[in-house]
């Protein structure tokens, strides 16, 4: 049995047709520990609360493996930059589509998770899957977070924000990464 955390991004309430809850649902079908939590105020977070939460989240579970979409996969860089996250306290990490800097900036209710200085090292194997078209990110997920963080990176053909919008409910791809690290990635 696995342990996993699930962390979804702004304005995400959760819905039941998105692929995190498929996700967590076919986890825990098959067994496995999952945490996915409705973090605080997702119309309009603030960043302490959400690494609070984070924080917490990570003593009570304890995961193995962490999948961040758009906000979280940002959140999850400034925990790490913070040090909140250290060598060993996860085994890998997904970061799924996060969003650009310039257009965290152009939203007040999130300017305040523009991604902190990348110049820090990941505590662990993480890798990172985009859209080649995300609306989120023009300038490009591996160009933006990719290359500087020097990790692997995905980029689907026409998957935009990978959310439900884009044809994102069930994502069959997520969950062999999940179950096994080396797994390729695929447009739905």
């Known amino acids: 049995m696995t342990a996993y955390l699930i962390l979804h991004g702004w304005q995400n309430h959760r819905p039941k047709d998105h692929w995190q809850h498929w996700l967590a649902d076919r986890l825990t079908g098959l067994g496995h520990q999952v945490t996915y939590p409705q973090l605080p105020?997702?119309?309009?977070?603030?960043?302490?609360?959400?690494?609070?939460?984070?924080?917490?989240?990570?003593?009570?579970a304890r995961p193995e493996v962490v999948v961040g979409h758009?906000?979280?996969?940002v959140l999850w860089l400034h925990a790490v930059a913070r040090g909140l996250v250290k060598a060993g306290d996860v085994d890998r990490v997904l970061l799924v589509a996060p969003p650009s800097p310039s257009v965290l900036a152009g939203y007040p209710e999130v300017a305040q998770f523009a991604p902190p200085s990348l110049d820090f090292a990941l505590p662990g194997p993480t890798r990172l899957v985009a859209g080649d078209d995300d609306p989120y990110c023009?300038?490009?997920a591996r160009e933006t977070y990719g290359e500087p963080l020097g990790i692997?990176?995905?980029l689907l053909s026409g998957a935009a924000h990978l959310d439900l919008d884009a044809g994102y409910g069930s994502w069959p791809a997520v969950l062999d990464w999940c179950l096994d690290p080396e797994a390729e990635f695929t447009v739905r």
């Open 152 to 154: 692997p990176t995905d």
């Open 70 to 73: 758009s906000a979280s996969a």
């Open 41 to 60: 105020d997702p119309d309009d977070p603030e960043l302490e609360v959400w690494l609070s939460e984070l924080s917490r989240h990570l003593a009570e």
């Open 138 to 140: 023009p300038e490009g």
